[in-house]
């Protein structure tokens, strides 16, 4: 017999007004791109400071909170999608709880102000993100070594990127195709920009368009969770960001193959990285995209500059003692004192210099390039290049956990 609608308990009706605040606390975090082991403490003290007992298990998909002793625990298990990270509302959120934990406010109008930050439209809208790829692909491309007329051809090809992607990503079923068309996209673009404009280096503004859909952070992301000893998010985290970087280099070396059924030379792999001063007019341009593309506050451009500017000094001195794989360790372990100092000193989530200082280290191109490889008929290079960037993933985990022995980050209270 099925029982009625009036017989059917919602179950977080059951909840006190201090476990829906924290429930909803988990799941805006979660949404909004914090990572397992942040997640879970910044949960749990919160739990704590209300008077509860709280026992939270966080995966991509997946969140499991418990409230009460062991013998009487009421269970509250919400599917979630991945998140995103959202620089300004993860800013409105960690206000939020901090008043909530302060008994500044109360936990029912802790929770009103938490659903009113996640029903709230995005910062920026469809069309400033669009414009967002094609800023991105042009200061990607000085990093990777192009010269001007390479970074005209990556913005270009990036806004294409963009379009498409932006457009896809309306309809939940067709959103899955983003990175595998983009991938084609990105190098038929190139190649036709290449004839319109001759000359230019066809693999770096095909790795600069598809910049902004690497999983760099998604896999540098997935390890630190791995080393903080939150395994099945890291391994599930780490899977997802292996599949973005199939799909990309799948999409690019069918595009590839369509390419060389034509009288064309083959694609070349980047020219070295430029000088420290000949990116730094892109600096300005990875600080406005990051700001769009990280949903972050309009007045923190300046702090998102910093932080860029700080990850990337940090990198290329420590290229000249470790090597340019593992100097990228060197710019997590500034970045990751920064964002903390800032944190403490400002009372603002640590996040707000922390992911766009690493935007321009994350290892997403290497990882890109080397299963674009695999299926190229060259997996030898191929697994060098996923080698390197599994390295490169290791080095900013190291630098960034390192950084908080110097620096402690801030305990919400």
Not at 67 to 88: A, C, E, K
Not at 145 to 162: I, K, P, S, Y
Not at 284 to 311: C, E, N, P, T, Y
Request: proline share 6%; hydrophobic share 55%; charged share 15%.
């Amino acid at each position: 017999m099925v029982p009625a609608a009036a017989d059917v308990q919602d179950p977080i009706a059951a909840l006190t007004h201090e476990e829906r605040f924290v429930v909803e606390l988990a799941r805006d975090l979660h949404r909004f791109g914090t990572p397992a082991h942040r997640l879970e403490e910044q949960v749990t003290r919160c739990g704590a400071r209300l008077g509860l007992t709280t026992t939270i298990f966080s995966l991509p998909t997946f969140l499991s909170l418990a409230f009460g002793p062991l013998d009487r625990q009421r269970v509250v298990n919400l599917r979630v999608d991945p998140g995103t990270v959202d620089l300004s509302r993860l800013h409105a959120i960690d206000a939020i709880q901090r008043r909530v934990m302060r008994h500044e406010a109360s936990p029912v109008d802790g929770t009103d102000a938490l659903r009113e930050v996640g029903s709230r439209k995005p910062a920026y809208g469809p069309w400033l993100v669009w414009l967002a790829y094609g800023l991105s692909a042009m200061a990607a491309t000085r990093f990777f070594g192009g010269d001007t007329q390479d970074a005209l051809a990556g913005c270009v090809v990036g806004l294409m990127v963009g379009a498409l992607v932006v457009g896809l990503n309306a309809s939940r079923d067709r959103a899955a195709l983003a990175e595998f068309l983009a991938g084609m996209v990105a190098t038929l673009g190139a190649w036709a920009i290449s004839w319109l404009m001759p000359p230019i280096t066809l693999s770096a503004v095909v790795l600069a368009a598809l910049v902004v859909l690497l999983p760099g952070f998604s896999l540098t992301r997935s390890l630190i969770e791995l080393a903080t000893r939150n395994l099945a998010s890291g391994s599930s985290r780490f899977m997802g960001a292996a599949m973005t970087l199939v799909a990309l280099g799948f999409g690019a070396a069918i595009g590839d193959r369509i390419l060389s059924q034509l009288p064309l030379a083959p694609m070349e792999m980047p020219l070295p990285p430029a000088s420290w001063l000949d990116v730094l007019p892109a600096v300005l341009l990875l600080a406005v995209s990051a700001v769009i593309l990280l949903q972050a506050r309009w007045r923190d451009v300046g702090w998102v500059m910093l932080a860029a500017s700080l990850g990337l000094t940090g990198a290329r001195a420590g290229a000249v003692v470790l090597g340019p794989e593992l100097g990228v360790c060197i710019g997590a372990f500034v970045v990751g004192m920064a964002g903390n100092a800032y944190s403490r000193m400002l009372q603002r989530p640590a996040v707000t210099l922390v992911a766009p200082g690493l935007y321009p280290l994350v290892p997403g191109s290497l990882g890109m390039r080397g299963t674009a490889m695999m299926f190229m008929d060259s997996p030898s290079r191929g697994a060098t290049w996923g080698l390197s960037a599994l390295v490169i993933a290791g080095a900013l985990v190291a630098g960034l956990l390192a950084a908080n022995l110097f620096v402690p980050p801030r305990r919400n209270a």
